[in-house]
């Protein structure tokens, strides 16, 4: 376990100058478009001295904000708003409880964990928003600069702030706060990153993510990809997971970034401690980057119907991003529009009298899931038809992105 003692007694900290640099950063937002890398890239970016960031991705809004008590009350106590961040979010500064996202495992031996020191990280918490507004986006701000002095990193190096939406409905509430973010897509081969989530979390959460409303959440996520905020006009960019940890790739994204190179780009961490994945994978990708170090044999574990299906939903974006060399045949695409009314083979499981009997077993949360199958199958349908059908005016989808 790394402790990171408190330094305050060594000389302070001048809040409101630090505050005054955090404010001016230029905000951008990670966001990823499925299961697409978007934890892996920002453990890469967060230990670069110009960024500006936390411990991954959380729901700033919809988990706290938009909910704490301390928050609600007419006459906010900032002394009770940094306790009931402390404690909602315990796993966050200390992550030996953060079992899901692996950082329980940190460390060249996976026997090591990140642990600020409480005290310290409530007082710079309340130095930096001492005399600010008491809003979303300086609390916000207020807790980022805390969780970096903790770490005992230079505030006055950085450049960027660099926050983890993870959900549309965040990233659309985080873009109120800061309307002049950017917003840096991780995206993935559609049908690797499917069958990631899919197979991932019914493995991890079996009594919760094992069912047709999970399904067509996956799919939909995976086939709106970064069309989730094109109303908003917003400067994107996006960067293929199949293309990290490349040297060359991260440099293109620094350009983008505005800031300087810096090896430790290159090595994936939290808090300076190395990462092995989260728990939800089932292989820790290697080190260096290979040709198929994100291979997940896809091909293998997706039938030829579920393939094409997806494909023809995304076929622009796949061509686009380098995952296909040509778009399918019109008359392919038209073809699919019957292959999409019956059920995938994803879907074959959730008919079948042994899931069933497994749901009844499951009690309230098991009967729920078995009732709503047949309107999520009918919004799968749906959503189905909507990408493919060629008369659909289709949004442009986020064509800039970091390539070799």
């Excluded at 310290?120 to 309340?126: D, G, I, N």
């Excluded at 600010?132 to 006055?156: E, F, H, K, V």
């Amino acid at each position: 376990m790394r402790y990171y003692a408190s330094v305050i007694a060594s000389g302070g900290f001048d809040y409101p100058e630090l505050f005054r640099h955090l404010k001016n950063l230029p905000p951008i937002a990670i966001m990823p478009t499925g299961r697409s890398g978007s934890d892996y890239l920002q453990s890469l970016l967060e230990g670069h001295p110009n960024i500006l960031t936390f411990n991954g991705h959380f729901l700033w809004h919809e988990q706290f904000y938009g909910v704490a008590r301390s928050v609600l009350l007419e006459v906010q106590s900032p002394v009770d708003v940094v306790n009931e961040f402390v404690g909602l979010f315990l796993y966050k500064l200390v992550s030996k409880y953060d079992v899901q996202e692996g950082k329980h495992r940190l460390g060249e031996n996976r026997n090591e964990s990140l642990q600020l020191d409480l005290d310290e990280f409530r007082s710079h918490v309340l130095g930096l928003i001492k005399d600010q507004p008491l809003n979303s986006r300086n609390w916000l701000l207020s807790i980022y600069g805390a969780y970096s002095l903790c770490l005992q990193r230079d505030l006055t190096k950085t450049k960027v702030f660099l926050h983890h939406p993870h959900l549309e409905t965040e990233l659309r509430l985080f873009a109120e706060d800061f309307p002049e973010t950017k917003v840096l897509f991780t995206v993935r081969d559609t049908r690797a990153s499917l069958f990631s989530q899919i197979d991932n979390f019914r493995r991890f959460y079996p009594d919760t993510h094992d069912s047709e409303s999970h399904l067509y959440e996956s799919l939909r996520m995976n086939l709106r990809g970064s069309y989730m905020v094109q109303d908003l006009g917003l400067e994107t960019v996006s960067i293929r997971l199949e293309d990290l940890p490349r040297e060359d790739v991260l440099r293109g994204l620094c350009s983008w970034m505005n800031i300087t190179w810096d090896s430790s780009l290159l090595s994936s961490t939290w808090g300076g401690l190395e990462w092995h994945g989260d728990s939800l994978s089932k292989r820790t990708p290697k080190k260096n980057w290979s040709q198929n170090r994100t291979h997940n044999d896809w091909e293998k574990k997706l039938t030829r119907r579920d393939q094409l299906l997806v494909r023809a939903c995304t076929s622009a974006r796949l061509v686009h991003f380098g995952y296909e060399k040509q778009e399918l045949k019109k008359f392919v695409s038209l073809l699919t529009l019957f292959v999409a009314l019956f059920p995938m083979s994803l879907e074959l499981r959730y008919l079948s009298p042994r899931y069933i009997a497994k749901s009844f077993n499951l009690g309230k949360i098991g009967i729920i899931q078995i009732l709503e199958s047949p309107l999520f199958y009918f919004k799968r349908v749906k959503l189905c038809l909507k990408y493919i059908l060629p008369t659909f005016k289709e949004l442009k989808p986020t064509l800039n992105w970091i390539k070799i």
